[in-house]
């Protein structure tokens, strides 16, 4: 099972605090991206395995919701006719609540798309001023309920924690008023200040007060509890789902299964390799525009500027680092071992046994199988687990 993953790198306004691939100001350049796009769907859909099955597409961005339903519904075209798909695939696409209308989402619905993601971030006014999205919380509920008339079943609303000056009571009404939408899916992320975006730079420069570790921590562990109660089941570190509404793309990721990238600055891993597109909007529409195919084999594309066969250290790294977000079924001990040819622990026993003793691990049995998960500590403390595994 393959999964496909497709990048739109435009933006009306770039947000202070955004250090994705995405462009403003460039809307002018997108029949011929997506032209470009669907050469490159094109290009990979021929070399692509003939048993390759898809069962996942996310389109991301950027702005994918700034495409028109004509253009998407050319793009899954291409797609169906490039791969073979499985009987049910899950479609999403992102889109800001600002940029959505009841008929884009009629076209989306139609086209195929059977999922959104809608970047909600707050529902607080002057947090998402600072934020510098363009939307309002009356705008997420009117986005809400207008793709539920389109007939869609399948929401995600994400939402950020951890900013500037942000108190503990505010971030529970935003939590609040997403539940009160009933979602079947809510991504929460702490706020991290990139090098390199304005919230970064004013960070260092003392003009943006840094978030408190702390409070932040509060605000999860309180999300935490609350969402439970609320029946959504907490499946990977940061995201929450109902039964049986688990990102089946983004699980994808997290157990290390292959997906293919188009796109300018898309990220691929096929076969052991992870590799990446070019960035640039303009480059990328040059190098899909004139090419010698002979030269590429799968999944290589004119686009690509950095591929890496990984070792198989590094595999089990990112194996990893990867399986443990999963945090119900962590690292399975029989997969692993399938995978491998050897027993996690024969590879990091000491990481392991330092880590249960540090209450940040913890090993159980699944399915006849010893799995090694994150304990409720360890949740809060994921990144100081995840050093122990990387390579070197």
């Given at each position: 099972?393959?999964?496909?993953y497709?990048?739109?790198?435009?933006?009306?306004?770039?947000?202070?605090?955004?250090?994705?691939?995405?462009?403003?100001?460039?809307?002018?350049?997108?029949p011929?991206?997506?032209?470009?796009?669907?050469?490159?769907?094109?290009?990979?859909?021929?070399?692509?395995?003939?048993?390759?099955?898809?069962?996942?597409?996310?389109?991301?961005?950027?702005?994918?919701?700034?495409?028109?339903?004509?253009?998407?519904?050319?793009?899954?075209?291409?797609?169906?006719?490039?791969?073979?798909?499985?009987?049910?695939?899950?479609?999403?696409?992102?889109?800001?609540?600002?940029t959505?209308s009841?008929?884009?989402?009629?076209?989306?619905?139609?086209?195929g798309?059977?999922?959104?993601?809608?970047?909600?971030?707050?529902?607080?006014?002057?947090?998402?001023?600072?934020?510098?999205?363009?939307?309002d919380f009356?705008?997420?509920?009117?986005?809400?309920?207008?793709?539920?008339?389109?007939?869609?079943?399948?929401?995600?609303?994400?939402?950020?924690?951890?900013?500037?000056?942000?108190?503990?009571s505010?971030w529970?009404?935003?939590?609040?008023?997403?539940?009160?939408?009933?979602?079947?899916?809510?991504?929460?992320?702490?706020?991290?200040?990139?090098h390199?975006?304005?919230?970064?730079?004013?960070?260092?420069?003392?003009?943006?007060?840094?978030?408190?570790?702390?409070?932040?921590?509060?605000?999860?562990?309180w999300?935490?509890?609350?969402?439970?109660?609320?029946?959504?089941?907490?499946?990977e570190?940061?995201?929450?789902?109902?039964?049986?509404?688990?990102?089946?793309?983004?699980?994808?990721?997290?157990?290390?299964?292959?997906?293919?990238?188009?796109?300018?600055?898309?990220?691929?891993?096929?076969n052991?390799?992870?590799?990446?597109?070019?960035?640039?909007?303009?480059?990328?529409?040059?190098?899909?525009?004139?090419?010698?195919?002979?030269?590429?084999?799968?999944?290589?594309?004119?686009?690509i500027?950095?591929?890496?066969?990984?070792?198989?250290?590094?595999?089990?790294?990112?194996?990893?680092?990867?399986?443990?977000?999963?945090?119900?079924?962590?690292?399975?001990?029989?997969?692993?071992?399938?995978?491998?040819?050897?027993?996690?622990?024969?590879?990091?026993?000491?990481?392991?046994?330092?880590?249960?003793?540090?209450?940040?691990?913890?090993?159980?049995?699944?399915?006849?199988?010893?799995?090694?998960?994150?304990?409720?500590?360890?949740?809060l403390?994921?990144?100081?687990?995840?050093?122990?595994?990387?390579?070197?």
């Amino acid at each position: 099972m393959y999964s496909l993953y497709l990048h739109i790198p435009f933006c009306s306004h770039r947000c202070a605090y955004c250090d994705f691939n995405t462009y403003a100001h460039q809307e002018d350049s997108i029949p011929a991206y997506v032209q470009a796009l669907m050469r490159e769907i094109h290009f990979v859909g021929e070399r692509t395995p003939p048993d390759a099955i898809v069962h996942t597409v996310f389109v991301g961005g950027g702005t994918p919701s700034l495409l028109s339903g004509s253009q998407f519904d050319s793009i899954l075209r291409a797609l169906r006719a490039a791969f073979k798909f499985s009987s049910a695939p899950e479609i999403s696409i992102e889109a800001n609540p600002g940029t959505i209308s009841r008929e884009k989402l009629d076209a989306l619905r139609r086209a195929g798309v059977n999922r959104i993601s809608f970047g909600v971030q707050s529902a607080n006014t002057e947090e998402l001023r600072m934020l510098e999205r363009e939307h309002d919380f009356l705008d997420v509920i009117e986005a809400v309920g207008d793709a539920r008339k389109a007939g869609f079943d399948n929401l995600n609303l994400d939402i950020i924690y951890g900013l500037p000056e942000q108190a503990l009571s505010t971030w529970q009404t935003t939590v609040g008023r997403i539940v009160d939408l009933h979602p079947e899916h809510i991504s929460a992320y702490a706020l991290t200040l990139e090098h390199g975006t304005p919230f970064g730079r004013w960070a260092n420069k003392g003009l943006l007060p840094l978030p408190n570790p702390d409070l932040a921590a509060d605000m999860y562990e309180w999300a935490c509890d609350f969402l439970a109660q609320e029946n959504y089941q907490q499946y990977e570190i940061s995201n929450w789902a109902k039964p049986e509404k688990q990102c089946r793309h983004n699980v994808q990721y997290w157990r290390s299964k292959p997906y293919i990238a188009f796109g300018a600055g898309a990220h691929g891993y096929v076969n052991g390799m992870r590799y990446s597109n070019v960035l640039r909007i303009k480059t990328y529409i040059e190098r899909l525009s004139g090419f010698s195919a002979d030269k590429y084999q799968f999944p290589r594309s004119p686009a690509i500027v950095n591929a890496r066969e990984q070792t198989m250290r590094e595999e089990m790294s990112d194996y990893m680092l990867n399986n443990l977000r999963l945090t119900e079924t962590g690292v399975s001990g029989s997969d692993f071992r399938s995978r491998f040819g050897c027993g996690v622990a024969e590879v990091y026993p000491e990481e392991i046994a330092e880590l249960i003793r540090d209450d940040l691990l913890e090993k159980m049995t699944s399915d006849n199988s010893e799995v090694i998960r994150l304990t409720k500590r360890g949740r809060l403390l994921g990144n100081q687990v995840f050093m122990r595994f990387v390579d070197g």
